[in-house]
Every structure is written in C-alpha cells, then in structure tokens.
C-alpha cells in the first residue's frame, strides 16, 4: 500500500507559467517531505524540502506548500521554463526511511 | 568524477542466474540505500545500512541479499534472479542537512531478466 501518491501521471505547461505538481500522503507521522527531479539516464536530485510543522518553503522558482489536514503536498514552479522538464518524486520521510510517490512528468513547452 | 557510481549500467541476464549490482560512494556518507523504479510505482526500498555493521531490510527485501564491504561500497545481489526483478535499480548515499536529510543518487542500473 502506497503511503505517498502522485495521481497525475503527466503535466504540460506552457514556457513562463506556473507548473503545480500534487502529492497526496496517509502517513501523518512523515518528519519531512522531499521533492526530487530526474532527467532520463540519470539518478534522482534533491529540490526542495518541508519540514511537517511548516505549511510553505521557498527556494527561488521552487515553492512546496504543505496542507496537513488534507495530507496533501504540492510543488509550484514558476516561472517555468524548457530545462524544468523531467520527472518529479515526492517522497516523505519517517522513522529512518523514505517512501516516494510514483512521479509526474512535466513537460514545460516553449 | 561523480560521487555515487553505479556498476553496471545495464545488464540483461537469464531466469536462475546470480547477479550482483555494485555501488561505490565518495561522498564519506555513512547511510547508503538502494530501491528498485518500476514503471507506475515509484522508488521502493530494497535494503539500507547506516554503517558496515548495520544492514536493514526495506520494503521489498524478498529475493535480493546485500553486503556492506565497506563505508564506500554497498552491493546488492539477486541469488537467482526472476523476469519480476527486471527493473531500474538506484543507490544512494544520505546525510543530515539541518531539518532533513539529504539523499545523493546513483545513475542507476537497468536490469533485464529474461
């Protein structure tokens, strides 16, 4: 049973607007989340991370905002651009272990 | 040079056979782990160590055994690998970064089991 869900598969933006990739979870006692980005051929890497008592963290074009009570995460990217576009990993982090929703793809067209 | 290599990169092996997949870290991390991608479920933990004498069993340990040889090596083997373990295979190393800590992946292994 999946503790982290990603239920969009896919996602296509347009270059300059906001891409809004989603992750539902039912583990309330996750310590952290974490979102990770990977291009073909290559290993996951690290984004952006919210601690469970936070409800927003920010770093450049990257904001992830936390909704606890709907235990549902989201990661906004805005501007986006051509060189965003991979796949992304929602992951949530607790007792020592990290479990990783099945990804999106985003697609940012110019 | 990166700081978590992954051999092989690819490997296309046959039903029974025993197969070994190798990781090697520069990064001085103490936490490696490695997980298998399938298509339409994500990264799932197989096995993680948080030191050589500390192995762990992840979420789908059936069928594949590990070996911590050394801070910087951590090998995952198949002892007689089945078509359901073909999959794309991921090591990582951690470390703590203040609030979280911070995974560091391989480019991973492409396994085929015919």
């Known amino acids: 049973d999946q503790q982290v869900k990603q239920n969009s598969p896919s996602l296509s933006v347009q270059e300059g607007r906001i891409s809004i990739l989603n992750c539902d979870y039912t583990?309330?006692?996750?310590?952290?989340f974490l979102w990770y980005k990977k291009y073909p051929a290559e290993g996951p890497t690290f984004l952006i991370s919210?601690?469970?008592?936070?409800d927003k963290n920010e770093d450049g074009r990257f904001t992830v905002f936390l909704n606890k009570s709907a235990k549902h995460l989201s990661l906004h990217i805005v501007p986006s651009q051509p060189g965003d576009s991979a796949v992304y990993f929602c992951?949530?982090?607790?007792?020592?272990?990290?479990?990783f929703g099945s990804g999106t793809k985003l697609n940012v067209k110019p | 040079d990166a700081d978590v290599t992954q051999t092989p990169r690819n490997r296309i092996t046959k039903t029974g056979k025993r197969i070994m997949l190798e990781c090697s870290q520069t990064k001085g991390h103490d936490r490696m782990y490695w997980y298998r991608q399938d298509p339409g479920l994500g990264l799932r933990l197989i096995y993680y160590?948080?030191?050589?004498?500390?192995?762990n069993k992840g979420e789908i340990s059936d069928g594949y055994s590990v070996s911590r040889q050394a801070q910087a090596k951590f090998s995952l083997s198949l002892e007689s690998a089945i078509p359901n373990q073909t999959a794309l295979y991921f090591c990582?190393?951690?470390?703590?970064?203040?609030?979280?800590?911070?995974?560091?992946f391989g480019p991973g292994t492409r396994l085929t089991v015919l």
């Open positions: 919210i601690s469970s008592i936070k």
């Open positions: 583990n309330s006692m996750f310590d952290y």
């Open positions: 992951a949530g982090y607790n007792f020592n272990k990290f479990y």
């Open positions: 990582a190393t951690s470390e703590w970064a203040g609030e979280y800590n911070e995974q560091f």
């Open positions: 160590s948080f030191d050589v004498k500390d192995i």
